[in-house]
């Protein structure tokens, strides 16, 4: 079983940049992030490999705007999120998994934080 353990969330003006970061008890292959607004289903925000390339993957709605890293020997992931929007806010949750796909389907994932709240007013 993996721990993850969010941190870095909260309010910024439109624009602003936040970062957020994930502890994890343990290792895991991919490492991800999704978002569930309000009344909105979960969606995926981003994920990186465990592999020496670090092969990343972003939604259409971030790329070019947030950035995904991780620290394999400290088994933390980072998503640092720039020139931030009001449809960005949500609560985000930081994933692990043990699946070799770096993939953006929820199911894929096996280990989930308890989220962080991200709020960007307009």
């Known amino acids: 079983q993996v721990q993850l353990v969010e941190s870095g969330g909260g309010l910024v003006q439109a624009g602003g940049s936040l970062r957020l970061s994930c502890a994890a008890s343990?290792?895991?292959?991919?490492m991800g992030w999704f978002r569930q607004a309000p009344g909105k289903e979960r969606e995926f925000v981003a994920a990186?490999?465990?592999?020496?390339?670090?092969?990343?993957y972003y939604a259409d709605s971030v790329k070019g705007r947030f950035t995904i890293s991780r620290d394999n020997a400290k088994n933390t992931v980072n998503l640092q999120m720039n020139s931030l929007r009001p449809e960005d806010t949500a609560v985000y949750y930081c994933?692990?998994?043990?699946?070799?796909?770096?993939?953006?389907?929820?199911?894929?994932?096996?280990?989930w934080g308890q989220g962080t709240q991200v709020t960007v007013s307009s």
């Open positions: 994933a692990a998994g043990r699946t070799s796909r770096l993939t953006n389907r929820a199911e894929w994932y096996d280990y």
């Open positions: 343990g290792d895991s292959f991919v």
């Open positions: 990186v490999s465990r592999s020496a390339t670090g092969s990343t």
